[in-house]
């Protein structure tokens, strides 16, 4: 049967693609950013996992303010890169595996959650800046990709509670799934972050550091963080943590913390990453 191995969160700057896209990786200033997922990268290569389901938010790539869904989920066989105003971004095509999203897509909703199945979609930076981060640059992703977009841009975002809860979900189904695969679920955004407003470039290291303790430690304390605070303490853009803990309801409640990385700026904001591991 199919199985959740671990869980990767991790922040997806969108200056991190332009990093790697301009050939500047290796600059002082991004080099420091890089070399925190080398360990990252060299774990994952030796996890190998047969699919991954990537939790992150379109930036208006295949949404727009007429049709905003909270959940989404891409059923396809390929996602294109999106084109976000400067060309798509020059990485490969992502493989969907319509097999394994459709059989989510069937026992998630008849657990009462109504994602929106979407079987053409664009994918942008929210996706891509995570498989670069952990892949580098192939010339094909290693494996599939389910692609899960959640609503953080647009009030009202879902609760973490019930971000938390579809992660349970989603764990159901990935193992009620008769295929012998194993599947790792990607979080992504944050940290704490705010790119406009008179607190634009704010960053909360007390609360972020809070984040990464708990997310391993204690995540039901996270379900309980209201939008306000999110907004209070982390930023406009620190809501985008909710999609961290579909990947940490998705765990064993005891796992493995396997890696940490945080590091100020990335860009003008907080980049947060961590690795966790089911420990059986």
Not at 124 to 130: I, K, R
Not at 199 to 211: H, V
Request: glycine share 8%; aromatic share 8%; with cysteine.
């Amino acid at each position: 049967m199919a199985r959740i191995v671990a869980g990767v969160a991790t922040s997806h700057v969108p200056a991190i693609a332009a990093a790697l896209d301009l050939g500047k990786s290796g600059e002082p200033y991004w080099k420091r950013v890089f070399d925190g997922y080398q360990r990252s990268k060299e774990w994952l290569r030796k996890v190998d996992p047969d699919v991954i389901i990537l939790v992150y938010n379109d930036h208006a790539s295949a949404f727009s303010l007429e049709i905003i869904p909270t959940f989404a989920l891409g059923c396809a066989a390929q996602f294109p890169i999106a084109d976000e105003g400067w060309g798509p971004r020059p990485v490969p095509a992502v493989k969907g595996h319509p097999e394994l999203a459709a059989h989510i897509a069937q026992s998630v909703i008849l657990d009462e959650f109504d994602l929106t199945i979407v079987n053409r979609m664009d994918v942008d930076h929210g996706l891509t800046v995570p498989l670069s981060l952990m892949y580098g640059q192939p010339k094909e992703w290693p494996c599939p990709v389910i692609p899960l977009a959640v609503n953080v841009v647009q009030y009202p975002p879902p609760t973490g509670r019930r971000c938390y809860h579809l992660g349970r979900a989603i764990r159901k189904a990935v193992e009620s799934f008769d295929q012998n695969l194993k599947v790792v679920v990607f979080g992504t955004g944050g940290m704490s972050h705010q790119l406009q407003g008179p607190r634009a470039g704010l960053i909360n290291k007390a609360f972020d550091a809070r984040f990464l303790d708990a997310i391993a430690r204690d995540p039901a304390a996270l379900t309980r963080i209201s939008h306000l605070e999110y907004l209070r303490e982390s930023g406009s853009e620190g809501i985008e943590l909710v999609m961290w803990l579909v990947m940490r309801g998705a765990l064993d409640d005891k796992v493995e913390e396997v890696h940490r990385f945080y590091h100020v700026p990335a860009s003008n904001t907080a980049l947060g990453h961590i690795i966790l591991e089911n420990r059986k």
